[in-house]
């Protein structure tokens, strides 16, 4: 049996496996473990303790769970209601402000968090109920929240980032620079298309206080009076300065080369574990006992991915399919476009399925020697390939984003939701073609910095 049919093999039965619900990084385990039973020499089997033990043996994924806790820690706190009011009044006034505040008060918190989930639920909270006082539809309300979560996993820090840089072996430092440029142009994208979208709906959004007669009865209080004015917008700066410091801070701490990734996480934990102490007042003992649990359960759950991932990875390793498949689809007769096309198209049904981190940890020691033997720049595609996981948290029939959000606004239908999302699945299409077109909007930053 070829080495590329025991591939097929391996990838059809974990899907299949993690179909039925199992965990992910069980699934993983249960088919590597299979395929060295199957297909490999017994001795193979002796290891799988000292690949476990190894994959786990790395210094950088300390970031993951330290990252994880700063994030976390923002959460619980007041900080995504400070983040989306002082988006708002800077632009409210505009066609569609109060989505677009979403979008920018998620960038912000997306580089507190790295996690997409927490940054939709976070902002989401916030930002639904007021966008529907304010009389946006469901779907403009819905859509840029599911949206704005999403660049939790592109700007820096990112977990997602920290892991492709682990499994390529490539600088995280540099990973985290050059989602940047391409963070601010999925912002803008998203912002434009909001504009539009509220100018072309037939019940614009009303930048003014509504009526009682134009408000549901007895379903929402009235909306509320903003200040505009330009002392009132500088003034509201004040309440981002915190977030603006911490942000500072961890990537000064990362691109002067002060600290590794995991010493700046743990820099940007314990500040802002003191912010939130100082600042908000608002941590209590009961409070932090509970936020280290769940980040234990979360950073514990992505570090099983990771063990089993590195386990599949080498079990294919030993079988030759990484390398084997990356010389069948060099010797295609194919531009390497059409092969990158492929690949995304690939990437995106898997995100149908599976969460960023399962897709990354599987897939990139295939793609990976494809994707160099092509010519691409790992660090490039690094950033592409997160903009297709992003698309994958907000597309069925798994898209995590839809669901936290569901979560957050149980009265939304979800037919609603997914009609919101799906322009944006288009955007960030649209996003990897910019950046296809203008590689240097990804590289240009890390190779000035570094």
């Given amino acids: 049996m070829s080495s590329l049919t025991i591939g097929i093999i391996m990838g059809v039965a974990t899907l299949a496996l993690m179909l039925t619900g199992i965990p992910i990084a069980f699934a993983l385990g249960i088919i590597a473990v299979g395929s060295i039973l199957l297909f490999l020499d017994i001795n193979v089997f002796n290891q799988v303790g000292d690949f476990l033990y190894g994959s786990l043996d790395n210094f950088a994924l300390l970031a993951i769970p330290l990252f994880i806790l700063m ?21 409210g006034r505009i066609s569609g402000g109060l989505a677009i505040s979403s979008v920018v008060s998620s960038a912000l918190f997306a580089a507190l968090s790295g996690s997409s989930p927490a940054t939709a639920a976070a902002i989401g909270k916030v930002a639904i109920p007021q966008m529907k006082k304010w009389g946006y539809s ?63 709906e037939k019940k614009q959004p009303q930048q003014v206080e509504l009526s009682a007669a134009a408000e549901p009865a007895d379903e929402v209080p009235e909306a509320p009076s903003v200040d505009f004015s330009w002392k009132n917008r500088f003034a ?6 915190p977030f603006l410091l911490l942000i500072v801070g961890v990537l000064v701490a990362l691109y002067m080369g002060i600290a590794t990734p995991s010493e700046a ?3 940007g934990a314990v500040l802002a574990l003191i912010m939130v102490i100082v600042v908000y007042r608002s941590m209590t003992w009961k409070k932090l006992m509970s936020l280290l649990l769940d980040s234990t359960k979360e950073s514990t759950m992505v570090l099983m991915i990771i063990a089993f991932s590195a386990l599949i990875g080498t ?3 030993y079988l030759h399919i990484p390398q084997d ?27 149908f399925f599976l969460p960023p981190a399962a897709i990354i940890l599987m897939t990139t020691p295939i793609l990976f020697p494809i994707i160099t ?13 997160t903009l297709n996981m ?24 979800t037919n609603d939701i997914i009609k919101g999302s799906i322009p944006y699945v288009f955007l960030l299409g649209l996003g990897i073609v910019i950046l296809t077109l203008f590689p240097s909007l990804v590289t240009w930053l890390p190779n000035l910095l570094f």
């Fill in 390 to 413: 992003e698309m994958g948290l907000i597309t069925p029939p798994v898209g995590l984003n839809i669901f936290v959000v569901k979560g957050i606004a149980p009265d939304i239908p």
């Fill in 138 to 200: 469901n779907q403009i309300a819905t859509g840029a929240v599911v949206a704005g979560g999403t660049l939790g996993i592109l700007i820096p820090p990112s977990v997602t980032l920290i892991l492709y840089g682990i499994a390529v072996e490539e600088s995280i430092g540099q990973l985290f620079v050059a989602g940047v440029i391409p963070g601010i142009l999925v912002v803008i994208i998203f912002c434009i298309w909001i504009f539009i979208a509220t100018r072309f």
């Fill in 236 to 241: 509201s700066l004040v309440h981002v300065l």
């Fill in 315 to 317: 079990t294919m390793s």
């Fill in 325 to 351: 498949l990356a010389n069948y689809i060099t010797s295609l007769d194919m531009s390497k476009w059409m092969i990158l096309i492929f690949i995304n198209l690939f990437l995106l049904v898997l995100g």
């Fill in 71 to 91: 994030g976390g820690i923002f959460s619980g706190s007041r900080a995504s209601t400070d983040l989306f009011n002082t988006a708002q009044v800077w632009t």
């Fill in 373 to 385: 033997g092509l010519g691409f720049d790992p660090i490039w595609f690094g950033i592409v390939m």
């Fill in 265 to 267: 996480a743990a820099f």
